[in-house]
């Protein structure tokens, strides 16, 4: 079934910076919301984000490159080895790099070949305004081509690119990329992509593959415009169900790159949202959501995440960590760090977040002092170790497990315990080092508890506090 997406038109600044747009998004069970009028009356500056200004401003700051097959969005073809007379939930690409520059060329030497063919197949009886054809693209890919989709262009350095982060402030507190209310602001450290903007830029055709964001995050994306992009939306709770398709189809869910195919979600009863992104629409994915992209015209997106301080965006977040673990998949969103974080700096009014936080707190202390204990029977000396300033969360060199306080570091590079032991079992050759004292994390776990104030103190936490007072680690955008 294919379902309408929720939208709602912001007509006022007052509207923008309500309690109920934002309760909307946050609160609801709604997947997916489009939120139109925003940027109007935010009068946020979009062309600070359109291709002509960032060439002006970085000409060769890199850009990643995903070469793609141009295809209807209904449609996913095996083109590679098939001949396009199979379809396939394998979403091939292959992978380059290169700058906004010559992406810049190619995006535009794109618009003015299909305008010429436009033009021809037109005559000179129809004639079609340029935003009309970079906006709608082609009306049907007849056949399969090539083109270049160039993705992840990380915009988090504050020196490039000031003026667009800084124009990104103006959004409404819980949309923000750095905001008191959003988990990902007390990481301590950059996650480019999710609590740092990234920028696409789009041909007619280039695909963003089905996927939940990184540990369930939720995310929001604007469409720069001047083209459209169209959106398939899922619930959190099928995710199971793709997960099953991927393996039938021999692809890894968690890692592959798939496209799904409409009759097989007609098939297995699955609803799905489909809907256009217009120019200045800001999509708004809640936590879990299964969702994949693509453009209908030429256009620039900006998109990011952010984790509600929710008890749902928690658990969700935790349980794709769990499950990741299983699975032998890095999880981006190291769950421990963050949580000892927002123990220590964030204001949270949710009594059930506060609970699920404690429980986190306590199995990470609890397996310290184990792991503790243990090398102090067997004479292994620990050496305290501290953290720097902006320091990244530290990941096994071999699972990629994140490891959270006591590092098993041999040649240089950081092991979890086990598989330091796997590698000795009396940890020859590695230097054991703790992060935080044993008597710090307890204080900061004693000292924990839910924040005196109103029930909806989260939503309008923005508008009385300066993130500027938190404590340097956490100040680094």
């Not at 999880?331 to 009014?349: D, E, G, T």
Request: with cysteine.
């Amino acid at each position: 079934v294919s379902t309408q997406s929720t939208g709602i038109r912001v007509p006022t600044r007052e509207d923008a910076f309500s309690k109920t747009l934002r309760d909307l998004c946050v609160e609801s069970q709604q997947p997916v919301i489009v939120i139109k009028g925003l940027c109007k009356v935010l009068g946020l500056d979009l062309t600070l984000f359109n291709t002509r200004t960032l060439l002006n401003s970085n000409p060769d700051h890199p850009v990643e490159v995903r070469t793609q097959w141009q295809q209807s969005p209904d449609e996913n073809w095996d083109v590679q080895s098939g001949q396009g007379k199979k379809k396939q939930w394998l979403c091939e690409s292959t992978r380059s790099h290169s700058t906004i520059a010559k992406y810049a060329q190619y995006q535009a030497s794109t618009f003015r070949e299909f305008l010429q063919e436009e033009q021809d197949r037109a005559g000179n009886d129809k004639h079609e305004d340029l935003a009309s054809v970079k906006r709608r693209g082609p009306k049907r890919f007849t056949n399969f081509k090539m083109i270049q989709f160039g993705t992840n262009v990380d915009l988090s350095d504050k020196k490039k690119w000031g003026p667009q982060i800084a124009e990104l402030e103006k959004l409404p507190p819980f949309c923000r990329v750095k905001s008191t209310s959003n988990m990902l602001s007390y990481m301590g450290h950059k996650i480019l992509g999710m609590n740092t903007i990234q920028l696409y830029m789009k041909v007619p055709g280039s695909r963003t593959p089905g996927h939940q964001e990184n540990n369930n995050m939720s995310a929001l994306n604007l469409n720069i415009g001047p083209g459209d992009c169209e959106w398939f939306v899922v619930p959190q709770e099928y995710w199971g169900v793709f997960h099953e398709i991927c393996e039938r189809n021999k692809i890894n869910y968690l890692t592959g790159s798939w496209w799904p195919l409409i009759e097989d979600l007609h098939k297995e009863n699955i609803p799905f949202y489909r809907f256009f992104q217009r120019p200045e629409d800001l999509v708004w994915i809640n936590a879990g959501a299964i969702h994949w992209v693509q453009a209908k015209g030429w256009c620039n997106n900006i998109a990011w995440n952010t984790g509600p301080m929710t008890h749902a965006q928690y658990v969700k977040a935790y349980e794709r960590y769990e499950w990741n673990k299983l699975k032998a998949v890095k999880s981006i969103v190291p769950m421990n760090h963050l949580s000892w974080n927002l123990a220590r700096y964030a204001k949270i009014y949710d009594s059930q977040l506060v609970s699920q936080i404690r429980h986190c707190l306590e199995g990470t202390l609890n397996t310290c002092k184990t792991i503790k204990e243990k090398l102090q029977k067997e004479g292994i000396e620990i050496q305290f170790h501290g953290r720097e300033k902006e320091e990244w969360t530290h990941y096994c060199e071999i699972c990629e497990v994140e490891v959270f306080n006591i590092l098993f570091v041999e040649n240089r590079k950081v092991h979890c315990e086990n598989c330091a032991r796997s590698s000795s079992k009396t940890l020859d050759g590695f230097v054991v080092l703790e992060e935080y004292k044993t008597e710090e994390l307890e204080s900061c776990l004693q000292k924990f508890k839910m924040a005196d104030g109103p029930p909806e103190a989260n939503a309008l936490e923005d508008y009385n506090v300066d993130i500027s007072k938190l404590p340097p680690s956490l100040r680094y955008l």
